[in-house]
Nanobody, 123 residues
Framework: QVQLVESGGGLVQAGGSLRLSCAFSGRTFSSYGMGWFRQVPGKEREFVASISWSGGTTYYADSVKGRFTISRDNAKNTGYLQMNGLKPEDTAVYYC????????????????WGQGTQVTVSS
């Protein structure tokens, strides 16, 4: 049974940094592309970043490009999202997810999801 568990969220001041982790178990992590999404109450889930199974290809939403970095360590079955230069508008619940093929930005193409971790950025 596939399980994804996010960690690393919290409260940070604007301009600060956080590193989110996503621990994967149940299948071979390197068989899947991975992505990060975020959601605030009353809004649709928003794409943040995705990475190919090898880590060789990455893709970012324009809103986070240059500030966030997605990465993965297949030996540790873990994915990461390094968030620098955080802004109040980055406040959301952040989710990691996996998909069978490639990378992309559509939530419907991701088949396994974690429970989310709260990130709050104060001004």
């Amino acid at each position: 049974q596939v399980q994804l568990v996010e960690s690393g969220g919290g409260l940070v001041q604007a301009g600060g940094s956080l590193r989110l982790s996503c621990a994967f178990s149940g299948r071979t992590f390197s068989s899947y592309g991975m992505g990060w999404f975020r959601q605030v109450p009353g809004k649709e889930r928003e794409f943040v970043a995705s990475i190919s199974w090898s880590g060789g290809t990455t893709y970012y939403a324009d809103s986070v490009k240059g500030r966030f970095t997605i990465s993965r360590d297949n030996a540790k079955n873990t994915g990461y999202l390094q968030m620098n230069g955080l802004k109040p508008e980055d406040t959301a619940v952040y989710y990691c997810a996996t998909r069978n093929l490639g990378i992309g930005d559509a939530p419907a193409h991701f088949n396994f999801w974690g429970q989310g971790t709260q990130v709050t950025v104060s001004s």
